[in-house]
């Protein structure tokens, strides 16, 4: 068996990345994908083009014995695979530890088995490396690769849950929000501490309405407490990598454009026509963006 990867859930349902994830892999060998999960999304699993099989291990609380769940299954596999998100930070370091070896994360391209790319000084530059070991503990960045498509018919198999865990979950707290989720959105409104208030905030989120966006902030706005901490954007907040980036009133600072380097177009609104994210951008609006967001968001809601 080759390929090991480790479903990304996303509540009570299969995270949309899992299928970028189960493209990645795919470079590596046939896949099998592990839910620690329902049923339910174990089929999910089953229809992603690719999957050779999957593998559920369902019950309460089983998020308190991934490793344990993960561990043996690791040993029959040369490549175990999970998404560069909070779970795979989480799990795979402690895996590669007890399986003493080296892990490689944070991939954005497979050149070929063991030879890899990923980002370094805050994504200023990317190396390629190679990795020698005989079996590999990767994390790779989903919004790099593009979604395998649906129509797979892979078996499920179900297995018994592991034996208890010296770890207990005790409780597992979820942002609601009917906006879709930054780090897999097609279209991404930022914004950043240039609106000047949690009121000036709403103009962004308008216009991500407006366009069926994700919301995102810079540090700045953040800090400044205009956007909650889950909405930053960058090298200490999430990597997006979105066809189209609007940034709002943001100067394009090396920490935010580390997150926004997967983006296909970006737009910018800025009043200074030499900030760094002009100079980047496919198109720029210069102009007080108090001026041109309303504009622009009453133009999209009268199409
Ligand atoms: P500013 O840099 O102040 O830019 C404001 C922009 O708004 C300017 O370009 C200005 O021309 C424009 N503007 C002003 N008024 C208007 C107007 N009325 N209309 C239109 N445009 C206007 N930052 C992140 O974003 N993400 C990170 O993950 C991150 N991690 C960091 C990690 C470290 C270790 C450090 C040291 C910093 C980090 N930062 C991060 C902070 C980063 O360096 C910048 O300070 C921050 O991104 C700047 O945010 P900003 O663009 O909102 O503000």
Do not use: C
Not at 159 to 179: F, G, K, M, N, W
Not at 225 to 232: I, K, R, T, V
Request: net charge negative; glycine share 10%.
């Amino acid at each position: 068996m080759s390929v090991l990867l480790l479903a990304e859930l996303d509540g009570d349902a299969l995270s949309p990345s899992t299928a970028r994830l189960v493209a990645a892999a795919s470079l590596l060998g046939p896949v099998d994908v592990l839910v620690a999960g329902s049923a339910s999304i174990a089929q999910s699993a089953a229809t992603i083009a690719g999957v050779n099989r999957v593998i559920v291990a369902g019950g309460p609380l089983l998020a308190d014995r991934l490793q344990e769940l993960l561990e043996p299954l690791a040993a029959q596999y040369q490549y175990v695979v999970a998404g560069a998100t909070t779970l795979g930070k989480d799990v795979m370091p402690r895996l590669a530890a007890r399986l003493d070896i080296q892990p490689v994360t944070d991939i954005v391209a497979i050149e070929g088995p063991g030879r890899f790319v990923r980002p370094i000084y805050a994504g200023n530059a990317l190396e390629t490396v190679t990795d020698p070991q005989s079996r590999h503990v990767l994390t790779i960045r989903a919004s790099a690769f593009r979604p395998a498509s649906g129509g797979g018919e892979a078996p499920v198999e179900i297995i018994e849950q592991p034996y208890d865990s010296a770890v207990r979950l005790i409780a597992a707290h979820r942002t609601e929000s009917d906006v879709p989720d930054l780090s897999t959105a097609q279209i991404v409104v930022g914004g950043g501490v240039s609106v000047g208030s949690v009121e000036g905030f709403k103009l962004i989120e308008r216009l991500g309405q407006s366009l069926n966006a994700a919301v995102g902030a810079t540090r700045a706005a953040v800090d400044a407490g205009y956007a909650p901490n889950d909405w930053q954007i960058g090298q200490t907040g999430k990597i997006i990598a979105p066809d189209l980036y609007v940034a709002v009133g943001i100067s394009g600072a090396l920490q935010h454009l580390a997150g926004i380097q997967g983006a296909k177009k970006i737009i910018a609104i800025n009043s200074d026509a030499e900030a760094p994210i002009v100079k980047i951008a496919d198109v720029a609006l210069i102009g007080d963006l108090f001026d041109i967001v309303p504009k622009l968001t009453a133009e999209l809601d009268a199409l």
